[in-house]
């Protein structure tokens, strides 16, 4: 059984940074393609970045340069840094993994899911 379990999420003020975790049971996080999404209040969820298997990292436009996505393979998790925050930041962030060790930006591509962390930004 697959699961994936996000933390680390909360209030911060513009300007300021926050770590988002994933920690991951029933796949690996370094043989599975893992991806970071966001969905704030009335719109669709959009895609954040994305880490392969073999280590490459790829970013929406909005993010890079302020994001960073990473991984412990020991620790068997996943890692979104979020420096620079902005207001229009603020979403409900997922993790989600891939069954192949490669990714793409379509949420569809992606099996499992966590259950979501709230990250609020305030101005």
């Known amino acids: 059984q697959v699961q994936l379990v996000e933390s680390g999420g909360g209030l911060v003020q513009a300007g300021g940074s926050l770590g988002l975790s994933c920690a991951a049971s029933g796949i690996t996080v370094n043989t599975n393609a893992m991806g970071w999404f966001r969905q704030a209040p009335g719109k669709e969820r959009e895609f954040v970045g994305r880490i392969h298997a073999g280590g490459t990292t790829y970013y929406a436009d909005s993010v890079r340069g302020r994001f960073t996505i990473s991984r412990d393979n020991a620790e068997n998790t996943a890692y979104l840094q979020m420096n620079g925050l902005k207001p229009e930041d603020a979403a409900v962030y997922y993790c989600?993994?891939?069954?192949?060790?490669?990714?793409?930006?379509?949420?569809?591509?992606?099996?499992?899911w966590g259950q979501g962390t709230q990250v609020t930004v305030s101005s």
């Open positions: 989600a993994a891939a069954t192949v060790s490669w990714g793409t930006s379509r949420s569809n591509d992606y099996t499992y």
